[in-house]
């Protein structure tokens, strides 16, 4: 049986066997014992998107991975960055420190932040984040073409990713063949990228998608 520690765009955790491109965490969430997750679903206004693969370490998902057989941060997995992003994460300084840095400095950019800082970041996107408690407004047939490469929206039937101009249906497996914006005139859209993000992407983040977003 998979692990509970798949996310979805909106910030859920699942169980799905796909385990995707990147990791990531919100701080300790699980029991080691059981490798099931705690009620709270974040331990850290820090939400961060990490390499799967990282100067040969080596953990056990959901396992005691801390000093003294203690729990550390529970894994999460996210199909790509978009995901990530979508769902409230941001770039690690640790293991992506100049994404990480860009990431920022965007975002400094974005808000007119002289020294912008990751927990200024952290603090805005946690107000923001739907699994936190935020709410997504709605978005206009008339923004959607506006909004940036990489931002994700929800309707009635499905998620999707933006992309030069086409929407491409997401799922934990990858995505599915694009498809006009003009699809969803008759649908009510939801904005699901924190807006925070969202200027971040328009002042020219680029976020990394799964290989299928190119088939």
């Not at 701080?27 to 009620?39: Q, R, S, W, Y």
């Not at 805005?124 to 931002?151: F, N, T």
């Amino acid at each position: 049986m998979p692990l509970q520690n798949r996310v979805d765009p909106f910030g859920a955790i699942h169980a799905v066997p796909e385990r995707g491109l990147f990791t990531g965490n919100r701080g300790i969430i699980h029991d080691p014992e059981t490798k099931t997750l705690l009620k709270k679903r974040w331990a850290l206004q820090a939400w961060i998107i990490c390499m799967c693969q990282f100067r040969n370490a080596r953990r056990e998902p959901m396992g005691r991975n801390r000093a003294g057989g203690k729990a550390g941060w529970t894994e999460l997995f996210f199909l790509d960055e978009v995901t990530a992003l979508a769902a409230g994460h941001r770039p690690c300084f640790f293991c992506q420190r100049e994404r990480a840095r860009d990431f920022v400095s965007r975002f400094g950019q974005a808000f007119v932040i002289a020294e912008p800082r990751a927990p200024q970041v952290d603090q805005r996107l946690h107000k923001e984040r739907l699994a936190s408690g935020g709410k997504r407004p709605a978005v206009a047939m008339g923004a959607l073409a506006r909004l940036p490469d990489g931002a994700m929206i929800a309707t009635g039937g499905g998620t999707y990713a933006l992309s030069q101009g086409k929407a491409l249906p997401w799922s934990f497996a990858g995505y599915g063949p694009p498809t006009s914006l003009d699809r969803f005139k008759d649908e009510t859209l939801v904005l699901l990228t924190p807006e925070t993000t969202v200027a971040i992407l328009r002042r020219g983040f680029q976020p990394l998608w799964h290989p299928s977003a190119k088939a």
